[in-house]
Structure formats: C-alpha cells, structure tokens
C-alpha cells in the first residue's frame, strides 16, 4: 500500500509538472500563427523576416540545450524549470514592447526578435527540466509515458494556443496577446514552487557535450526531419490559407494538435512497449501521407486533413526516439543527452521558418509541404535502415 501511495505522488507531480509544461508552452502556441501576420500585415516586411522571427526562437533554443542539459544534470532539473519560466515571461514582456512600437516597424522587429531569443532559452530549459524531473520521479523505465506526457502538453498548447492567439490579435492587437502570454509562465512558477526536486549528480565525470550527442545523433536527426512538417504548419499554414482565399485558417495547428493529442492518450504506452524504431517507422509513413495531402490539397478540407494526419505521424516519434535515447547514457547523462537530442528538433523548427519563407516566396506556399513530405519520407529511410541494423546485430 505504501508503495503505490509513493507510485500515484510521482504520478501526481508529473501530471502537475506536464500541466505547468502545457501553461508555459501556451507562449508558444500564441504566437506561431500571430508572429508571422504581425511581421508580414502591420510591419509590412516579407515571408523571408516572418519566418526569421518565427524560427530564431527555435534557433536560440538549439543554441542553449547544452547549457540546459548540464544546468539540469548539474544543479537539478527544478532550477532548471525556475530559470526558464521566468525567461518565458521576459521574452513576452519583450515581444509586448515590439507591439507597442508598430509605427517604428525595424525598431519593433528587433524588439520582438529579442523576445523570441529570450522565449527559445525558456523553452529550451523549461523542455529538458520537465523531461529530467519527469523521469526522476517516475524512473527510466518509463521514460517513454513521460515523454509522451510530455509532447501532449507541449502540441496541446499548440492546438489550442493557435486559435487563441488568433483571436487575442483580433481583439487585443499583438501587444495585448504578448501581455497574456506573460502572464502564464508566472502562474507556473507559483504552482511549481513548493513541488519536491530530484536529486542532482554534481560529482559525476561528464563527458564533453558533443562526446555525448555523438551516441544519439541518428535518432536526433530522424526527429529533426520529423519537425519540418510540423515548422511548415506552425509557421506557414495560415498564410497558405489566407493566401487562397481559404476560411478556417486558424484551425491548422488545432487539426494537428487534435491528430497529435489523439495518439498520445491512446497509444502513448506503445514506446515502451514494442520499442521506439518500430513505432518512429509507423508514425513517419502517415506524416509523409499528410504533408502530401496539404501539398496537393483542391480544398481546405482536405488540408485540414492533411494537418491531422501529420499530426497522427508526429505525435509518437519523440518518445520513441526519446527511449532510445535514455537507453545509450547513463543516469547522470540523461539530461545532456536529451538536451542534445531535443536539439535536432529545434534545428527543424529554426531551419524551416526562414527558409521555408524564401521558398514560398519564389515557388508559393504549397512547395513548403512538398518539402516537408520529402524529409518525412526520408527519415522513415533512416528509421527502418536502423531497425534492420539491430535486427542483423541480434540474428
């Protein structure tokens, strides 16, 4: 008895710290869909800088997983959480300063990229804290539910962060959603505070940062072609709408995160149960099968189809990649390790906006999915090229 009582605390504070994830990750969500008509519609800039301040978050985060991973390891993942709440809430209070500034459009564009700078570090070390404190409380056994928990809570508020940012720029200008936006990760800072830490490992040899990326980069880039689709929605779908004359443009990341959150509650579990390759294979044929879908959509049905289907495939190939990964390092490297895995994830997410909008302006905004099909379907050459290496390891 006593030890389920212990069992359903952990599973009570990881619950607690995917909610306070999900509170925070609504910074995020907001602004996907706000950033890139802000910058294009009231600074008048191109897709080129929409992109760019969409994607230099993510590129800021990239930059930051390692310091994140060691901070986590080092000093414990709940410093870690602490840190980057509160620079979620300086990144949006930064980001209100470019909407105030709308007259001034360069001025108010170096201010919100400063803010996406400052949101990309949070992200970064709010992410790998949540994953570190998670699999503490729970143990690396079932670091797959925890994973799984904890992309929920992120494409969750993703789903609904999209429409809600819309509807905030709608009624309250952009500065307005940047000011609720602050306003989250101070709630999470309050429900975290008294939450017990897990144990660091300060005495602990540490290999150098890229010693330890080296063991996992396979199973990180197989992730980072994964998240072009997903950057291509978030950062593209309601131009491409807008751009067509299309309603509903709001509801692309809410058909993704539906399609996502869809397979996490139901099919969560199946990491740690069958193992990630075959899983991370399975999930990238229905997101190549979706970005081909929005590329070739007639209607905005079909697109929104699409959205979910992609969706559908993303939604498990962080946990299982996220297994494997827990699996190569040991107990006090997990944290540098998921830091340096996460990070391929958020080269996609940085890559993909500025690029993505110096392609859609020569070639339009369905040769963004085209590509993101392409990369789906390549990384599903990498998973099953991995599986069939274990396969003839263990024969």
Not at 282 to 296: D, K, N, P, R
Not at 367 to 375: C, D, H, P, Q, R
Request: proline letters at 4%; hydrophobic letters at 55%.
């Amino acid at each position: 008895m006593a030890f389920k009582s212990t069992g359903d605390a952990a599973q009570g504070r990881l619950l607690l710290l995917s909610a306070i994830l999900f509170m925070s990750y609504l910074c995020i969500g907001m602004s996907l869909p706000i950033v890139p008509i802000y910058v294009t519609e009231q600074l008048g800039l191109g897709n080129g800088w929409a992109g760019l301040g969409v994607g230099i978050a993510f590129l800021a985060t990239i930059l930051t997983r390692g310091y994140a991973g060691g901070l986590s390891d080092h000093r414990g993942p709940k410093l870690a959480v602490v840190r980057g709440l509160a620079f979620y809430a300086a990144g949006a209070l930064d980001s209100l300063g470019a909407g105030l500034l709308v007259h001034t459009p360069w001025t108010s564009y170096l201010f919100l990229l400063a803010g996406r700078l400052l949101l990309g570090l949070g992200e970064s070390l709010v992410a790998v804290g949540v994953i570190a404190w998670g699999i503490g409380l729970v143990g690396p056994a079932r670091s797959g539910k925890v994973l799984a928990l904890v992309g929920a809570a992120i494409y969750g508020a993703l789903a609904l962060g999209g429409p809600i940012g819309l509807a905030l720029l709608e009624r309250c200008g952009f500065a307005g959603a940047m000011a609720i936006g602050a306003v989250l990760p101070c709630l999470g800072l309050l429900a975290i505070w008294r939450l017990p830490a897990v144990a660091a490992h300060p005495a602990a040899a540490r290999p150098p940062f890229w010693s330890v990326v080296g063991r996992v980069w396979m199973h990180g880039f197989i992730v980072c072609l994964q998240g072009i689709g997903f950057a291509a929605i978030g950062a593209f779908f309601t131009l491409y709408f807008l751009d067509r004359g299309w309603g509903y443009a709001g509801l692309g990341l809410t058909a993704f995160g539906g399609g996502f959150v869809l397979v996490r509650v139901h099919f969560g579990h199946l990491p740690d149960r069958i193992g990630g390759l075959p899983v991370a294979a399975g999930s990238l044929a229905i997101e190549t099968v979706g970005q081909f879908l929005i590329w070739s959509a007639s209607d905005p049905v079909l697109a929104l189809v699409g959205a979910f289907l992609t969706g559908l495939g993303c939604s498990m190939i962080f946990p299982a990649m996220g297994r494997e990964v827990v699996r190569l390092v040991e107990p006090h490297l997990r944290g540098t390790a998921l830091g340096g895995f996460s990070a391929f994830q958020d080269l996609a997410y940085g890559l993909t906006g500025p690029l993505a909008g110096l392609l859609a302006d020569r070639a339009g905004y369905d040769s963004v999915f085209l590509i993101g099909a392409v990369a789906a379907a390549a990384g599903l050459l990498i998973a099953l090229s991995l599986l069939r290496a274990r396969a003839t390891a263990f024969s």
